[in-house]
Nanobody, 121 residues
Framework: VQLQASGGGLVQAGGSLRLSCVAS????????MGWFRQAPGKEREFVVS????????SYADSVKGRFTISRDSAKNTIYLQMNSLKPEDTAVYYC???????????????WGQGTLVTVSS
């Protein structure tokens, strides 16, 4: 199994980025899929998750209304559209596959390698 994340970069505050995570060795309907992030000097934190059925996503309060998760089953890919970016969104973003991703300290079955997002003020 491999989760290949991409799309990070440097953007000014207020800008947008779209992250992608291509899954190989699993299909998106087998797992809850999500995104986490880790800012410098901080613990990794939950950002958003999407159920196996692709139903209503669950967002962290800090990104609600600005970030949108989606998936393309044909491409076995999930996306994270990030709008109205803030400097505090600066972090390495990781895609993940597992269950109950929103719950603290939930074991994650698979992690992507991370992609760096830097938001300048």
């Amino acid at each position: 199994v491999q989760l290949q994340a991409s799309g990070g970069g440097l953007v000014q505050a207020g800008g947008s980025l779209r992250l992608s995570c291509v899954a190989s060795g699993l299909t998106l309907t087998m797992y809850e899929m999500g995104w986490f992030r880790q800012a410098p000097g901080k613990e990794r934190e939950f950002v958003v998750s999407l159920s196996r059925s692709g139903g209503v996503p669950s967002y962290a309060d800090s990104v609600k209304g600005r970030f949108t998760i989606s998936r393309d089953s044909a491409k076995n890919t999930i996306y994270l559209q990030m709008n109205s970016l803030k400097p505090e969104d600066t972090a390495v973003y990781y895609c993940a596959a597992g269950d109950f991703l929103r719950l603290p300290r939930t074991p994650v079955d698979y992690w992507g390698q991370g992609t760096l997002v830097t938001v300048s003020s």
